[in-house]
């Protein structure tokens, strides 16, 4: 991997359109489950990811405060959507779409692990979120999650938006990119 100071010269890795990339955690977060577009885009193998705890993707341009609202939603057994950057093995990197859900056991119904469904995300998308989670990230660094986490909601109460309003807008999550991730979810009870 990469360090920290040799991500500046990282590239972007194109995405398709079309193909998911697609992971399942336990209930910690640890990887149980990745299909073949998940390995080819992150360089590792599934020998290296199963067993791994999800963070061995994540991009150190990400905010803390993402992570944390997203753990929050699924504790409580509720599906976010986020626009997330990741970090592959060779240190480049890829935005992509998530939707991110809980999964439960087929009898007993108790939760049993979550489900990350990807796409690439649209450039508008992209565009917007690079000086937003740059704001929060700096702020972290400065004052902590919980001052990140102020400035994330004056951001939306500016906007007149609640986080899955803004980020189903930004990620333009109707028609068929919503039937994309409804139909993967299905695939995956
Ligand atoms: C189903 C599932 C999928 C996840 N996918 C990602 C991901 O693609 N990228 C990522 O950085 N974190 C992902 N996470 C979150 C990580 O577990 C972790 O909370 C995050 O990377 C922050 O790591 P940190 O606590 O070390 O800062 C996922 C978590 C779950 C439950």
Redesign the pocket.
């Known amino acids: 991997m990469k360090k920290q100071q040799d991500l500046q010269n990282s590239k972007e890795i194109k995405l398709s359109d079309i193909k998911p990339i697609l ?3 336990d209930l910690k ?1 640890t990887i149980k489950y990745c299909n073949k577009y998940f390995q080819e885009i992150s360089g590792y193998s599934e020998n290296e990811l199963i067993g791994a ?3 061995i ?3 150190p341009d ?1 905010p ?1 405060v993402i ?1 944390k609202l997203m ?1 929050e939603r ?1 504790k409580q057994q509720q599906d976010i959507l986020a626009v ?1 950057k ?1 970090l592959s093995k060779s240190g480049d990197y890829y935005w992509v779409t ?1 939707l ?1 859900e809980t999964k439960y056991h087929p009898f007993t119904k108790a939760p049993e692990g ?3 469904l990807r796409k690439a995300a649209p450039k508008k998308a992209v565009e917007a979120v690079i000086p937003l989670y740059q704001k929060l990230v700096e702020i972290e660094n400065n004052e902590g999650v919980s001052a990140s986490e102020d400035y994330l909601y004056n951001f939306l109460r500016e906007q007149n938006k609640d986080y899955d309003t803004y980020m189903k807008d930004l990620v333009n999550y109707k028609g068929f990119i919503a039937k994309f991730f409804e139909g993967m979810s299905k695939m995956f009870t």
Do not use: C, D, E
């Open positions: 992971s399942r955690t977060g705890p999800h963070n993707i994540r991009h990400m803390k992570f753990w699924l997330v990741n998530t991110f979550y489900l990350a």
